[in-house]
Every structure is written in C-alpha cells, then in structure tokens.
C-alpha cells in the first residue's frame, strides 16, 4: 500500500512545472519571485508589424530579375514585334531606326502611330489591338508619360514582352508601367536597345551599349 501512494507523488516530480511556468518543483505556478508565465498577454503588446513603403529600387527586388543579355536574347528570339512611336518624320527618332533595323533582320514588325497611316513606306496602325493576328513583344519608343498605357493594352492582350527604348537621355523608360508590368507577369526591358544585342546589333550600337551600360541607361538586370 505504500507504493501505491508514493506513486502519484513521484510521477508529478519527473514531469517537471507545468508548461509556461519556471521555478523549483513544487511550487505552485505564479507564487514566489521566480515564478513566470508568457501567453496572449505578452504578445498582443507587441503590436502589429511595421509597414514599410516600397519605392525606388527596393520596387525591383518584387519580382526575380532576369539577366539583360539573356532577357535581350529572349526578346528578340519572338518575330512578331510591334514598335510604337515610329514617326513619319524619322530624325532623331530612336523607334524609326528600331523598326528598320527588325525589318531589315527579317522580323514582322509593326508599325504603331495612331496619327499616320503610313510610315517608313510601310501601313501604320492605329493600336496594339488592331495589328492582324497580334504581336508577340512590343518596343515602346513613345515618351515616358504614355508608356503604361501601352503597358496596359499590353497585359489585355496577353503580350508578356516589353522592351522600353532608351539610349543616351531618358527615352521611353517609365519606372511606374516596369513596375505595373512586372507586377502583371511581363518581362520587362527598361533601357537600352534591341540595335545593341544579336541578331539586330551593328558596332556602333554594340559600343553605345558599352558606354551606356556604365551610366545605367541599359540596365544589367531587368
């Protein structure tokens, strides 16, 4: 009968304190200094997590980025390829040299100007939407402020590839559609020029795009 009764007591010594408490064995839980407890209590003070604003650069880590050259290769491996921006009056417009140069290297290019019927001796149309049969990747050679316009016809019409013109100066780079398209599933290009990379390259590009590579306006990672 002895046993018996001791072994209740035994047992509760080997299991240690209640789980959540610290002290000797024995001692009830939360009597005497060294008694502690953690629980809700202790975490609902420490509040909501911070939120932190994602701008700038920090913007770009969202989304994997992709090495330029390889997403250059990837661009220029599609063969039905819009250009918006082509001018009727070609000087000084980036998007005229871009179009001839894919023209010239056997691509189907396309020619977008909503203002012209006709440009480099070629029909012009009016929208993304309205080229037969659709397009697999687009070169925006626009101004900035109407990139993500284009970037948004873009996503309605399932085109995954973009590539913003830019050489020296600004270009067509707009920061706020890179980062709408990239958040929309489209790899997107936001400098430099496919003149500057095979199958479409020549030397003076491939130089400029040495140049321009040290500047950041042909990015090493898109």
Not at 8 to 23: F, I, Q
Not at 47 to 59: I, K, L, R
Not at 154 to 159: S, Y
Not at 206 to 217: E, H
Request: glycine residues 12%.
């Amino acid at each position: 009968m002895l046993v018996q009764a001791m072994a209740p007591r035994e047992a509760m010594a080997a299991s240690g304190p209640p789980a959540g408490t610290t002290g000797t064995p024995g001692t009830a839980a939360g009597q005497g200094p060294s008694a502690r407890t953690t629980g809700p209590a202790t975490l609902a003070r420490a509040g909501p997590p911070a939120q932190v604003e994602v701008t700038g650069t920090a913007q770009r880590q969202e989304t994997t980025m992709t090495a330029m050259k390889k997403a250059a290769r990837e661009f220029l491996d599609y063969k039905r390829v819009a250009v918006t921006g082509v001018s009727r009056h070609p000087q000084g417009h980036g998007s005229n040299v871009v179009y001839k140069r894919l023209r010239e290297r056997g691509y189907e290019v396309f020619a977008i100007n909503p203002k012209a019927d006709t440009v480099e001796g070629d029909r012009c149309y009016e929208s993304l939407a309205s080229v037969p049969g659709g397009v697999e990747a687009v070169v925006i050679g626009t101004r900035p402020e109407t990139a993500e316009t284009t970037m948004r016809e873009c996503i309605e019409l399932g085109i995954k590839h973009v590539w913003m013109h830019r050489g020296p100066g600004a270009g067509s780079v707009s920061e706020s559609a890179a980062l709408y398209g990239r958040r929309n599933g489209v790899t997107v290009i936001d400098g430099g020029c496919p003149c500057m990379y095979e199958p479409t390259a020549d030397v003076g590009h491939k130089i400029a795009r040495l140049v321009l590579s040290a500047t950041g306006n042909v990015p090493r990672d898109v």
